[in-house]
Structure formats: structure tokens, C-alpha cells
């Protein structure tokens, strides 16, 4: 979580007002959220992944950005139902853990929030949801995450056979489609992303940013993965890219997934990880799925409308 924003204060640009008129622009079951409080999250997330501070980009990222919102409504729901607290002390350790990592005081670090035009509260506001969203995976999901050993066998297996052939590091940003109307939405949000990595944007950043997959802690890094290790789908495209390159939105049944191959090599008999990394690579990969569907169905069952 510390490292969600650490590039968020290397910017020093003023953000003109964006849509400052306070309005309830959603409701999530019993809970809203202002028309303040997303122009607020979409000056934050602006200038923690370093877009222009343009109309435009407001416009583009805005409904990916409600939709951040409105997960951050649920998840925090759903701690509250399992009596789950996020203490002041939780957000305090997060703040000064974020400003330590930009060499800067707790002071410091919120009087460049205002410099930035963000209340410190929207950015604590967005750390208490993810720190009440791990703290309710590690207490409701973490326990039905189960990798038999047979698992690791069959991994290990595949990955001998795998010697000597190629191995990618690849990098994802995952954008969900949770019902067909969101399909173009969704897919001109990916396209949108790739413009502004045109324009300078980094894909790590971007991942931090807008990635609903739980790589996007890591900046969207899968690590080392061989063409068996990878979803089909997503196995024919990293096939015929090249390191440095980043793919088009790519549609597969659950979202659109945006690649970026950062290198290939020939994987060497004696990299194989041992079976300690793979039952953490399993776990990992399995945790991401059940995060997903739980994340899912809380949005299936909530009443959420969009002004």
C-alpha cells in the first residue's frame, strides 16, 4: 500500500479546478459519492501516475476512476459487515510510510497535497479502502486459497520441459468488463491509456494506478513467465511482441488486458524456480481469482446508480 503513490509529489504543477460544485454523482447502496470527491480522486490519481493536467485527460479517466470510487464503497461494506477496523493509527503508519518514501515529513507531505490542490483527506480516504480490503482478504479469503501439492508437480513438470526455450517478463494492466454495456466504455479507457504512455506516461505508473488485477501493487509485473505459464489469450500475443513493446487492449472473457513485454531470454535449466516459489507464485495467482469474484459479486449484489 506504501508503495501505491510514490511517485505521486515529484510533480509540482498547480491543478486548475476541476467540476468543484458539490453533487451526489453516485449512490452505492446507502452510501454517495460527490462530484467533490471524484474531482479530488482524479486530481490525486493525475498526478500519481504523471498525465496531463488537461480537461481532457479529466474527462477520458474519469469513469475508470468511479469506478475505483464505487469498489472502495464495497470493499469498505464488506469490512464493516465482517467487523473489520481501519484504526487512525493504520492511516497514520500508511501516511507516514508514503511521505518517507518521498524523503518527505507527514507536514511536508500534505502541505504538497495542497500545493497539488488535494485534501489530505482524499488520499486517506483512499488508503482506509485498502487497507480494510487487505485486511479482509487476509481474514475471509486468504484461508480458502488451497494449492495441492499436485499443482506444484504439474508446474514443476512444465517447466522442465520448458528448458532451453523462451521466457518473457511481462507486465500487465487489467481493466474488468462486469456487464456487456461497459464493453466500449472499458475498452476506450485501455485505448486511452495507451495514448497517454505515448505521451510519456510509464506503464508501472499506470499500473499503480488503474490495474484491477493484484499485480498492479507490483506495477503490474508478472516476473518470468513462459508461454505455458501464460493464459492462452494472452500466450499468442506476448508470442509475436517485442521487448519494449506494449499491446492494444486486448479483449479475453473477464476484461481487456493491456501487455508490456519488458524482456525475453532463453530460460537456463538452473533459473527454474524451486517449489518454495512456485506454491507462492500458485498461491498468488489463485488469491487474484478469488479477490476478483468476491470483488464481483459484492458489485452483483449492491445497488449502485450513476447520476
Same mark, same amino acid.
Given at each position: 500500500m506504501a508503495k501505491y503513490l510514490l511517485i505521486l509529489f515529484a510533480l509540482a504543477l498547480a491543478a486548475p479546478a476541476f467540476a468543484d460544485e458539490v453533487g451526489i454523482i453516485a449512490t452505492v447502496n446507502n452510501d454517495i459519492i460527490t462530484t467533490h470527491e471524484l474531482s479530488q *480522486?482524479?486530481?490525486?490519481?493525475i498526478g500519481a501516475n504523471g498525465l496531463p493536467r488537461a480537461d481532457e485527460t479529466r474527462k477520458d479517466i474519469a469513469p475508470q476512476v468511479l469506478h475505483s470510487m464505487i469498489d472502495d464503497k464495497l470493499r469498505l461494506e464488506a469490512a464493516d459487515a465482517?467487523? $473489520?477496523?481501519?484504526? %487512525?493509527? %493504520? $492511516? *497514520?503508519?500508511?501516511?507516514? /510510510? $508514503?511521505?518517507?518514501? /518521498? /524523503?518527505?515529513s507527514v507536514d511536508q507531505f500534505t502541505d504538497m497535497l495542497a500545493s497539488q490542490g488535494v485534501d489530505k483527506d482524499t488520499l486517506q480516504d483512499q488508503l482506509r479502502a485498502e487497507i480494510a480490503w487487505h485486511k479482509y482478504v487476509e481474514q475471509r479469503i486468504v484461508p480458502n486459497v488451497d494449492v495441492p501439492p499436485s499443482e506444484i508437480d504439474r508446474m514443476e513438470a512444465q517447466l522442465k520441459s520448458d528448458a532451453n526455450q523462451q521466457q518473457y517478463l511481462v507486465a500487465e494492466i487489467f481493466l474488468p468488463v462486469d456487464a456487456p454495456v461497459d464493453d466500449q466504455k472499458v475498452r476506450d479507457f485501455g485505448a486511452d491509456l495507451i495514448k497517454q504512455m505515448s505521451q510519456g506516461a510509464k506503464f508501472s505508473a499506470l499500473a499503480h494506478g488503474f490495474s484491477q488485477s493484484a499485480s498492479a501493487s507490483r506495477s503490474g509485473d508478472l516476473g518470468w513467465q513462459t508461454l505455458s505459464q501464460m493464459p492462452p489469450e494472452l500466450a499468442r500475443i506476448v508470442h509475436v511482441m517485442r521487448p519494449g513493446q506494449v499491446s492494444k487492449p486486448m479483449r479475453t472473457l473477464r476484461g481487456y488486458y493491456i501487455l508490456y513485454l519488458r524482456d525475453a531470454r532463453t530460460l537456463d535449466p538452473k533459473d527454474i524456480p524451486t517449489r518454495e516459489k512456485l506454491q507462492d507464485a500458485a498461491f498468488n495467482q489463485q488469491l487474484d481469482l478469488l479477490q476478483r469474484r468476491d470483488l464481483r459479486d459484492l458489485r452483483n449484489k449492491a445497488f449502485i446508480e450513476i447520476k
Open positions: *480522486r482524479i486530481e490525486l490519481l465482517s467487523s $473489520i477496523k481501519v484504526t %487512525d493509527e %493504520d $492511516i *497514520r503508519k500508511a501516511m507516514a /510510510n $508514503i511521505a518517507g518514501s /518521498n /524523503n518527505m
